[in-house]
């Protein structure tokens, strides 16, 4: 009988915790950014239902060889409670989608989703300081990525949602992290800004609309957009055609993979 | 970034709950086990402090995608409690090694450390109908192999412990099992017997003893040991030595994967 040489007695486990379960990434994902690391380590689903999340979760804890969780749909808000120490980011958002082990004792809570953004700009050589942006969509994913801009130095931050009280929700969020930008509510446009960025749904999949109504864009434009399916979505279309440095979901998820792993401690 | 090919949303979770938890070798043979089979499935060291026992493993039963656990020291005892249904070898033994979610909901429970032993034989072609057996120990393993042996038939069994309460323990769980087979408690010896076991510690890893006092086998004899370090215990060096058939602890720990593997339902 052979052997698989992935898993044994001393591997350190953890796990994503959501449901559903069975669409997630993060297993094959993070397995990976640990093994590129030499660690002997595994990340693996953990399907809770939200009857059970305050019994299970805090068990899942109790076992010593489990190192960290990560947190999807529906339980990033309800996570929190479990941290020890919550992170700058989580704080103001008001959700985790990691918690790890601290070597001292207790856990410590954070929230990834606008930080890999950050970070893919980052490892493509742009930063948010001092620039103009304009931001589409407050949901879970834009407020993330507003509050992780808004710790970057930014001059001004447009905000849209077609949920005003949304948008309105982390404008607050914004200028609690910084009361230095330029905060306002505005619908989707390009004029004066440095860097446009999609976190609202439109382009995902199937959908070939545009999150904005614009012909073309300035080549000095940079452009994101958080969708990871596709890879090029209508919008980054346009950027490309226009000439302008984009940044695709993929390099977020990535960026972000790589931040969470620094957290883990791996 | 690559992607691992082991681990997704969809893969099936079984693990192996113990303190301490490193020294496992569940997880890399199961998951092989698993793999040979074409399941998406994959077996993890879960470990679990005995004061959070009942704490924990309740909650781990209680994720979707969790389907079987294993059970090994200290908790093989206190974990029968958990299972539903609990099988013929586990009722006699009064602990079980295995705890499998049933496809019609609940959890059935068995121990397979002495089924292990019954399938190795059976792979090399014995059976233990009407044969006269010596046991030699009857703690965990020996008690699990002396049950097990019990269901197959066997004319007379023999049972030695040094803890002569312990043998007569195993002695009554026997003919619990089966009234028509002749037990007694005597010393390690050949005598008149086709089968000799050892399920006691006398000649693991640098042990050099040997359980039983003597110079050479009867070629007829087949002699087994429970013991999986050194693969050639100085009994089954003596066994080979004298044209013995015999029977490595090896063969009955695959024995055990591949029964627990079907009780698993993979």
């Known amino acids: 009988m052979h052997e698989v040489d992935y898993v044994s007695g001393k591997t350190r486990i953890y796990g994503i915790v959501g449901h559903p379960i069975e669409q997630v990434r993060s297993p094959e994902m993070f397995t990976a950014s640990f093994k590129s690391r030499k660690a002997d380590a595994i990340l693996l689903p953990f399907h809770v239902l939200p009857v059970d999340f305050d019994r299970v979760v805090p068990s899942l804890m109790l076992m010593p060889n489990l190192d960290g969780l990560i947190f999807t749909i529906p339980f990033k808000q309800q996570a929190m409670a479990l941290a020890d120490v919550i992170g700058p980011n989580a704080k103001i958002v008001g959700a985790i989608n990691a918690l790890a082990r601290q070597s001292g004792g207790g856990w410590k809570g954070e929230i990834f989703d606008g930080l890999g953004c950050v970070e893919g700009f980052r490892k493509s050589g742009h930063s948010f300081a ?29 905000v849209f949602d077609p949920d005003s009280g949304r948008a309105e929700d982390l ?49 000095k434009l940079i452009v994101f957009d958080a969708i990871v399916k596709p890879e090029m979505t209508p919008l980054l279309q346009l950027a490309a055609q226009s000439g302008c440095a984009f940044i695709q979901g993929r390099q977020m998820m990535y960026g972000q993979i790589s931040k969470m792993t620094d957290y883990f401690g791996v």
Chains 1, 2 share one sequence.
């Open 130 to 158: 001092g620039k103009r942006v304009m931001l589409i969509g407050a949901g879970g994913a834009g407020s993330a990525i507003g509050v992780a801009i808004a710790h970057e130095g930014p001059a001004s931050m447009r």
């Open 171 to 219: 404008m607050r969020k914004i200028n609690q992290v910084d009361p230095a930008i330029a905060v306002v509510y505005e619908e989707p446009n390009c004029d004066g800004i440095d860097i446009l960025l999609n976190a609202s749904p439109v382009g995902m999949l199937d959908d070939a609309r545009m999150p904005i109504s614009i012909e073309r864009f300035d080549p």
